[in-house]
């Protein structure tokens, strides 16, 4: 099979096209020839060494994948031959999802949503799992409740404005200019540009944050929280911010996305139900995995997807 490889840590050139052996699935695991693999960044920060999950090189990036079950390990139940399936397996282990073939666990993956196709599923697991858990699992996010999601129109932002606005919340998105009318179409109620004043003096009484930028996004972000609230983010949170928050009776979650299936179903649901959509800011071939990496790093509007 063909995969993307990197024998060192580096900038995106250090991602090559290889031949490699081809994948085959364990006890408990289902082989998906890939149909696409999202990148996210995550991707990019264990390629340049910032992030070490998977120790030294060489490795094989991915975790977000959609495609078709090629094969089926023993004791697999549930899925057959040629079922379309998107997930974001092992995470953060190797998935090797930069590849045509991948074996992984069958309880990690679910059927594709019908209304998404396998671009746009398979850039749909980590981000959407992230904003999935972050708001539902971590914040507790209920009807009618005040919601700010920091970089509304990113990979996780764009997704977890609208799982808000699917589950009855009113949503504030802080965004960067030229991002504002494409979130207020995602149907944020008030859309919010950080470069044009600080968004404390803006917005007031909320009740959940979900900011995946860190810095001193979270300590700003206790400002416009109501006593009792909850920060959830996807970076470390200083112990200064921590007690600033305990003082107010503020909750803070630092989470990191684990796979989920019963996530995956939920969101497979919202899209069929056209509830949710995945924006595909642009796709690139397996061979030019590199070129992708460097396009995301433009921070474009929704998610970058290698396509098989």
Do not use: C
Not at 107 to 127: E, F, N, R, S, V
């Amino acid at each position: 099979m063909r995969a993307v490889i990197q024998n060192s840590v580096g900038g995106p050139d250090v991602l090559v096209i290889a031949d490699q052996p081809d994948s085959t699935p364990e006890a408990g695991e289902v082989l998906v020839r890939v149909k696409a693999a999202g990148i996210n960044p995550v991707d990019g920060a264990v390629r340049a060494g910032y992030y070490p999950l998977l120790g030294e090189p060489p490795f094989i990036l991915g975790w977000d994948i959609s495609g078709t079950v090629e094969a089926l390990g023993a004791g697999v139940t549930g899925f057959k031959i040629g079922d379309e399936v998107f997930g974001m397996p092992r995470f953060p282990k190797q998935a090797a999802a930069y590849a045509e073939l991948a074996a992984v666990p069958a309880d990690q993956i679910a059927l594709k949503p019908k209304g998404a196709d396998h671009l746009k599923a398979g850039a749909l697991p980590l981000a959407g799992l992230t904003a999935w858990q972050g708001l539902v699992r971590h914040g507790g996010l209920k009807s009618r409740q005040r919601i700010l999601v920091h970089a509304g129109a990113g990979g996780v932002g764009h997704l977890a404005v609208q799982i808000a606005k699917a589950r009855g919340a009113y949503v504030v998105a802080t965004v960067s200019p030229g991002k504002l009318d494409f979130v207020r179409e995602l149907g944020a109620d008030e859309v919010i540009d950080y470069t044009r004043g600080d968004f404390t003096d803006q917005v007031r009484d909320i009740d959940l944050v979900l900011d995946p930028m860190g810095g001193d996004h979270a300590q700003r972000s206790l400002k416009v929280l109501r006593r009792g609230g909850v920060l959830v983010s996807l970076l470390d949170v200083s112990d200064n911010t921590r007690a600033q928050a305990g003082a107010r009776d503020i909750r803070v979650e630092r989470m990191s996305v684990v796979p989920d299936r019963e996530g995956l179903v939920e969101l497979a649901r919202l899209i069929d139900a056209n509830k949710l959509a995945v924006h595909v800011a642009k796709s690139f071939p397996l061979d030019q995995a590199g070129a992708a990496h460097a396009f995301l790093a433009t921070k474009p509007i929704g998610k970058v997807v290698l396509s098989l």
